[in-house]
């Protein structure tokens, strides 16, 4: 079931790539961009997350603190993260569990990988509800980050 702005959103606590859990909890009172990209290292994940890299201070100044999640082990994604020199944390949903409460997992992807992140935006409140929600079936597609920082600066 695809969630909606409005519905609380799905708590979850994973792995970063320091060995610590994060949970959405971790956030209250601030507002949260959850991504949630296929794979590391792979061409239109590695231009999303550059994209918020670089554009980390805009999100900050609208009191929002992103992560990104992926189906990738916390190892793969540390080097990712540090290949890219990324500024915020990255959280592995091995388990796929995140992916699935949020209705952001394809059951299939491509060669027969089954249970893969879709490429997602949610912007969750500091009180934990969504206001943004936005689940790509396109894998190469880019979530609207006009729209993310739009809603963002609403809830200011």
Not at 2 to 8: E, S
Not at 42 to 56: F, N, P
Not at 68 to 77: N, Q, R
């Amino acid at each position: 079931m695809a969630l909606k702005p409005g519905d609380k959103a799905p708590a979850f606590t994973l792995p970063d790539t320091e060995k610590n859990m994060v949970s959405l909890d971790d956030f209250k009172g601030q507002n949260v961009v959850l991504l949630f990209f296929p794979f590391a290292f792979t061409s239109v994940c590695t231009t999303e997350l550059c994209t918020m890299r670089d554009d980390i201070a805009t999100y900050q100044g609208l009191n929002a603190q992103v992560l990104a999640a992926s189906v990738d082990s916390p190892f793969c994604l540390a080097r990712f993260k540090e290949d890219q020199k990324l500024n915020f944390p990255l959280l592995s949903d091995f388990n796929k569990e995140a992916a699935r409460a949020y209705g952001a997992l394809y059951e299939e992807f491509v060669l027969g990988l089954k249970g893969v992140a879709k490429r997602s935006a949610f912007v969750i409140d500091g009180a934990g509800i969504i206001r943004y929600a936005e689940v790509l079936d396109n894998a190469g597609d880019l979530p609207n980050f006009e729209a993310v920082k739009q809603t963002l600066a609403s809830l200011q």
